[in-house]
């Protein structure tokens, strides 16, 4: 499964919104359970990745609200409402659908404006 | 606390094999899958490996497949990556990481929750 992400880089003025979006080649709904297997990561020089969101819009402990991950099946996005200084990193949507192969996108670099 | 520490990244010569180790702590290592996932500098991230929990099966990435093997062992829980022929793109930050959730929760598979802060391959003559 490929994933695409949109933009490559981003510069968004404090307090505004950044949008990431994220595509997979192939749906990875897993309707039985009706859960979408998409995850978002924030990486800051230096540090290995952090884990934001998972299933598509479940975002981990700790994590601001102004995060907000959404989408199914193919289409995918990623929110940050009101942006901080602290939020500038790269970003990265990963399927999880099968143990077969997971794939990250090609990662999103944010910064201000 | 979930601790992991990956050691054994070196300077290789092309053709030439490595051994990665991953120490595991603070949790009950043999109830989560582990991944190895790679970073080559200023590029993104690709996942190159999982372990089952009980290591019985193990999947990998079309870029190390039939060259790489992923293994682990307990007393003292860690997670290993066998690199063999190497190449000059392999060189990357190697990072280990734990499945989100245990294997009996349920779901199938789980991103990664828990990471080392990496060690550093390179394959350069």
């Known amino acids: 499964i490929v994933m695409t992400q949109s933009p490559d880089s981003l510069a968004v003025s404090l307090g505004e919104r950044a949008t990431i979006t994220c595509r997979s080649s192939?749906?990875?709904?897993?309707?039985?359970?009706?859960?979408?297997?998409l995850a978002w990561y924030q990486q800051k020089p230096g540090q290995p990745p952090k884990l934001l969101i998972s299933?598509?819009?479940v975002r981990e402990s700790g994590v601001p609200d102004r995060f907000r991950g959404s989408g199914s099946e193919t289409d995918f996005t990623l929110t940050i409402n009101s942006l901080q200084a602290e939020d500038v990193a790269l970003y990265y949507c990963l399927q999880y659908y099968t143990t077969l192969g997971y794939s990250f996108g090609q990662g999103t670099k944010l910064e201000i404006k | 606390e979930v601790h992991l520490v990956e050691s054994g990244g070196v300077v290789v010569q092309p053709g030439g094999s490595l051994r990665l180790s991953c120490a595991a702590s603070?949790?009950?290592?043999?109830?989560?899958?582990m991944h190895w996932v790679r970073q080559s500098p200023g590029r993104g991230l690709e996942w190159i490996s999982l372990?089952?929990?009980?290591?019985?099966?193990?999947y990998y990435a079309d870029s190390v497949k039939g060259r790489f093997r992923i293994s682990r062992e307990k007393s003292p829980n860690s997670l290993i990556l066998q690199m063999n022929s190497l190449r000059v793109e392999d060189s990357a930050f190697y990072y280990c990481a734990r499945d989100k959730s245990p294997f009996h929760s349920g779901l199938g598979s789980y991103p990664m929750d828990s990471w080392g802060q990496g060690t550093l391959v390179t394959v350069s003559s």
């Open positions: 192939q749906s990875i709904l897993y309707t039985p359970y009706n859960k979408n297997y």
């Open positions: 372990i089952s929990w009980d290591g019985h099966k193990s």
């Open positions: 603070g949790f009950t290592f043999e109830e989560y899958n």
């Open positions: 299933w598509a819009s």
